[in-house]
Every structure is written in C-alpha cells, then in structure tokens.
C-alpha cells in the first residue's frame, strides 16, 4: 500500500507499544487520535500533489491534440490555396505535436493511475481512523469503569477489617465508660444532700392538701343539712 500503509502500520505500532507502557489510557488514545490525525493531513497533502501533477499533464496533453487538430486543418487550408510547402511545414509540425500527445498522454495514465491509487489509500486510512475513534470510545469507557471499580475495591478493602472492629470496640468502651461516670456523679450527688435539704422537702406543699381539707369540709357540711 506505499507511504500510507507504513504510516498506518507505524501508527499501530505505535500505539500497541505505548498502551503497554501507559499509565492513562484515555490520554494516551487521544493523543494516539492526534497523531492519526497529523498523518491523515499529511496524506491530504501528498495526495492533493499528486492531483496536482495528473491535472497538469492532462491539461499539456489537451492543449497538445488541440495543436495536432489545428495543425491538420492549417495544412488543409494551406493546400486548398495551392500552398503545398506551407502545408507540408504545417503536417510537420503536426506530427511533433503528435509525438508530444503520446508522451503526455503516456504521462497522464501514470499520474493518475498513482491518483486514483493515493485517494483510495486515503480513503482507507479515514476509514481507519474513524474505527480506531470507535474503539477509542469503548476503550475509554472500560477505561473510567476500571478506575470506578478499583476505586470502590480499594475504599471497601477497609470495610470489616481487625483495625475497624477494634476501633467500633474502643469506642464502644469508651461510651460505656462515659455513661458510668455519668451515673457515678448522679449519685454523688443524691449522696451529698444535707439534713437542711431533706428537712426543708417535708415543709413544701404544693396546695394539694389544703385542697383536699376544704373538700373535707364541705362534705361534712353537706351530711349535716
């Protein structure tokens, strides 16, 4: 396939390599799709010469036929006015024309038999890049569920481990231990009460049994009437 196969077997080369030693693969492709790219416009480049120069020798070889059909009618124009040696000088010229339209048109074939052969190479490597660009794609997105999973592999590998249990079981001492001083110093301090304290509870009333001594009353008067 020429240039455009060894760019394209470079690129993949290239890449296989680079993969094995690449520490982010999403970079990397990208970069990998960058390069593709570059070549591709390079192709364009060599391509679009190569037009070029087929155009250029079809144009020689049309203006060397126009010559050819202006110089036989000349010739005959010549002869038809009894002008026998211009009209031999006129083929003459013909026939060099002749010669150079064989020559361009030889030329021609060759140029745009490479063309034709350029642009399909061409064509191949878009197609190319634009399955490499598919698979990229995918890649990447194995990529970003890779990591996810390692991720969550690495943040669980924590979960249910000796250090965790024995920090659950630290704290749940810790927590038992706080609630003891917590009752510890309830009861040191239903212990410090003084006889003042004690005796001064048996003077509060709250109106409960006066309360209760005028409903006394009013009963006993209402047994009476």
């Given amino acids: 396939m020429g240039i455009f196969k060894r760019l394209r077997d470079m690129t993949m080369a290239s890449i296989n390599d680079l993969l094995d030693k690449a520490e982010d693969p999403v970079k990397m492709l990208n970069q990998f799709l960058r390069d593709m790219e570059q070549d591709i416009q390079e192709a364009e480049s060599a391509v ?15 203006e060397a036929q126009e010559m050819v059909s202006r110089r036989e009618e000349q010739a ?8 026998e040696d211009l009209a031999r000088r006129a ?9 150079r339209v064989d020559d361009f048109k030889n030329q021609h074939a060759v140029a745009k038999t490479n063309a034709d052969r350029l642009r399909s190479q061409l064509e191949e490597m878009k197609d190319e890049f634009g399955k490499m660009k598919n698979k990229k794609d995918l890649l990447v997105a194995r990529a970003e569920a890779a990591k996810a999973q390692k991720h969550i592999n690495q943040a669980m590998s924590g979960f249910g481990t000796d250090n965790a249990a024995k920090g659950f079981d630290r704290m749940s001492e810790k927590v038992m231990q706080l609630e003891a001083e917590a009752e ?3 009861d040191l301090r239903a212990s410090n009460r003084s006889l003042d304290d ?12 006066d309360e209760l001594a005028a409903l006394r ?3 006993a008067e ?4």
């Fill in 198 to 209: 004690e005796l001064n509870q048996l003077d509060k009333n709250d109106g409960v049994d």
């Fill in 222 to 225: 209402k047994k009476q009437n």
């Fill in 48 to 62: 679009a010469k190569q037009i070029a120069i087929e155009k250029k020798f079809k144009q020689q070889l049309e």
């Fill in 76 to 83: 005959l124009k010549a002869l038809e006015q009894g002008n």
């Fill in 217 to 219: 009353a009013k009963l």
């Fill in 91 to 99: 083929l003459q010229d013909k026939k060099e024309h002749q010669i």
């Fill in 184 to 186: 510890a110093s309830s």
